[in-house]
């Protein structure tokens, strides 16, 4: 299995009962706290990250253009409703 790809090293603070908690779960899995660390870091970035994300790729998405006119969209689904009843 080939090694990732690492940032350089980074600079953290965090309250003392956190770093408590990583390290406890660091020792008791035999691992070490920057695998920890990255373990929830990408949890949370696979939840309430992604959210945070996916606005800001629709705020991007806004900026380039790549919107549709909310009439538009709502006249065409009536259309298609129009069309399932017949």
Excluded: C, F
Aim: net charge negative.
């Amino acid at each position: 299995m080939a090694k990732p790809v690492l940032s350089d090293p980074i600079a953290l603070r965090l309250p003392v009962d956190v770093l408590k908690d990583i390290e406890t779960i660091a020792a008791t899995t035999e691992r070490s706290r920057s695998w920890v660390m990255v373990r929830a870091m990408r949890y949370y970035l696979l939840n309430e990250g992604a959210d945070v994300l996916e606005v800001a790729q629709g705020l991007q998405d806004v900026r380039d253009g790549k919107v549709h006119d909310l009439d538009a969209v709502l006249k065409e689904l009536d259309r298609l409703a129009e069309d399932d009843a017949a």
